[in-house]
């Protein structure tokens, strides 16, 4: 009996230490994030500005309105002049730089609250959150109350897939009224959109498809290999995701161009449809197999440290392994990659709405930079800076309403932009370095844009990390 107590109390006392181990993480990892709170920053409270002596890249067309002022007034655009003052609130001075709207990265995993640091780091205030949990509800919560500065943030609910679709990561859905119910619920509960995911049945999808009609939530559709492929263009659907899922779904991973342009004319049949094509992180996938040394790449120590100690290595493995049965492996890869870029021109040229998307936050693909690749590959696919600088503003407007105020330098719009050296429409690296970014019109400088970098290198949160994904699979699971 006295083994057995004292064993118990061993016992108590290891969970002691264990908890109080999370709570001291958790409260580390909160004390850490003061970089961002508003509240500890007095001039975030400032939403009234006069930017002065800028170069307007408004994206309303491919042109620059040359010496320009902008008034934002209570976090929008007031006023745009040559002329403009507005005694008694602070300027600043562009310098001849140029202003152009922020941009949105429409497809991302977020972590932690450091990667929306490093989105506005590198000229994003917006981001669409495509895997939603528990954590990011509250995330959206203290954005929204003027806590934490970020980008705007929206959420899909988790991922919805059919019972037979295996991974942790996605909700598997068993019946028509759990699909139902599932959606109402993440509707009542706050996130902003539904994400369908590979694996749904048709009869799940349909449910799905009339469950949003009815609470009004917009879909973003990672297509599902148990419908045909253009069974996704449906008006409840606002982007498809994922230029790979063309060759390994609509066309049965040939290289088919023939089949590509029969998917193009499905698109251009259906212009509200948008493609979010996330080039970059299949890319990745051929420098897995091509760089031997990947996983120590400098870009890698940005990636939240849960996801660069699981999914980055389980990655690594999963292609190393495959390359060891194929030879050729790393060179179909690309192959595919160059596919991916013919059918990203054929999009554009066919007047498709083609939005800008990574997939950051999963692999070996980090938040924030991630966003000036996705763009260069638009650009060698045939695309001009201009068009290429569209599918980051403009174009993701035209998609949710929660958009529809942002991706253009106009009156009346949010004053979310990014004062940068050079012009974007000649130079787009200029974007990789802002002397400046508003979002909702408080003012972040190049200064703090590079606090933001440099705290979000190799932070230590592994541990509420870690619980934070618990709790998902507690909740959402």
């Known amino acids: 009996m006295k083994r057995v107590k004292k064993v118990s109390w061993i016992a108590f006392g290891l969970l002691q230490v264990v908890l109080l ?16 709170k508003i509240t500890e920053h007095a001039a975030w409270q400032q939403r009234d500005y006069l930017i002065k002596n800028v170069q307007i ?17 209570e976090g929008q655009i007031a006023a745009i002049a040559p ?27 977020v972590w932690d609250a450091q990667e929306l640091g490093l989105y506005l780091a590198n000229g994003i205030t917006s981001v669409r959150n495509l895997w939603g949990q528990p954590m990011h509800l509250r995330l959206k919560e203290s954005i929204s109350q003027g806590e934490l500065l970020a980008p705007d943030f ?3 609910g988790p991922k919805l897939t059919g019972s037979d679709y295996a991974g942790d990561d996605n909700l598997q859905l068993v019946s028509v009224a759990q699909a139902r119910e599932k959606v109402a619920s993440y509707k009542a509960r706050g996130y902003d959109f539904i994400k369908t995911y590979n694996g749904l049945t048709p009869e799940l999808f349909e449910a799905i498809l009339e469950e949003c009609r009815l609470q009004e939530l917009d879909i973003a559709a990672h297509p599902s290999a148990a419908l045909p492929y253009a069974a996704h263009l449906r008006e409840e659907i606002v982007s498809v995701e994922h230029t790979e899922d063309i060759v390994q779904q609509a066309l049965n991973y040939q290289l088919d161009t023939a089949g590509l342009d029969r998917v193009v004319a499905d698109y251009a049949s259906f212009p509200s449809a948008a493609h979010c094509p ?6 990745n996938i051929y420098r897995l197999l091509t760089e031997a040394r990947i996983l120590e790449a400098p870009e890698l120590n940005f990636m939240n440290p849960l996801i660069r100690m699981v999914d980055s290595e389980a990655q690594y493995q999963r292609w190393a392994g495959a390359a060891t049965g194929d030879s050729l492996l790393a060179g179909k890869i690309l192959a595919q990659h160059r596919f991916h870029l013919l059918a990203v021109r054929k999009l554009q040229e066919a007047g498709v709405n083609l939005v800008a998307g990574t997939d950051a936050g999963i692999g070996i693909t980090p938040a924030g930079v991630s966003m000036h690749q996705e763009l260069a590959f638009y650009r060698e696919a045939g695309l001009s800076a201009f068009e290429a600088l569209q599918t980051a503003t403009v174009n993701p407007a035209k998609t949710h309403d929660f958009l529809a105020n942002t991706g253009t330098v106009e009156v009346g719009k949010k004053a979310n932009l990014v004062l940068v050296e050079g012009n974007p429409l000649k130079d787009p690296n200029t974007l990789r370095k802002p002397l400046g970014v508003w979002v909702g019109g408080r003012h972040i400088s190049r200064e703090q844009l590079e606090g933001f970098t440099d705290r979000a290198r190799n932070r230590k949160n592994l541990l509420p ?12 699971r």
Do not use: C, K, N, W
């Not at 609130?89 to 941009?103: K, R």
């Open 83 to 109: 002329d403009l003052e507005a005694p008694g609130i602070p300027v600043i001075d562009g310098e001849q730089g140029y202003l152009m709207p922020g941009m949105t990265d429409m497809h991302v995993h």
């Open 154 to 156: 929206y959420t899909s």
């Open 57 to 73: 890249v408004p994206m309303t067309s491919d042109t620059v309105v040359t010496d320009q002022r902008v008034l934002v007034r």
């Open 465 to 476: 990390s870690v619980l934070r994904y618990g709790e998902y699979l507690l909740r959402e």
């Open 278 to 283: 996330t080039l970059v992180v299949y890319f």
């Open 21 to 36: 181990t999370l709570l001291a993480a958790i409260l580390l990892e909160q004390r850490s994030l003061s970089y961002l």
